[in-house]
């Protein structure tokens, strides 16, 4: 079962509510994304704890309904 862009968009920005996210479908099918993530809530934060956050903000969807998520974080 595919996610839609706008579902990602909202469980990212429901974690983290200063988030500037820009979501695009990489392969028109629903299962594989982009996303460019900015919060403020990864300042002090190495890649990986960043990526983490984001991770878990999706709530175990990723490998199941979303099959593959290329990111990009950075604090602002």
């Keep these: 079962m595919a996610m839609q862009a706008r579902d990602i968009e909202a469980m990212i ?7 500037k996210v820009e979501i695009r479908d990489l392969a028109g099918d629903g299962d594989h994304y982009s996303a460019i993530v900015v919060s403020e809530a990864f300042r002090g934060l190495t890649r990986v704890k960043q990526h983490q956050l984001v991770y878990d ?3 175990g969807k990723m490998g199941g309904e979303l099959h593959a998520l290329a990111l990009q974080t950075s604090a602002p």
């Design 57 to 59: 903000a999706l709530k």
């Design 13 to 19: 920005r429901e974690a983290l509510p200063d988030a």
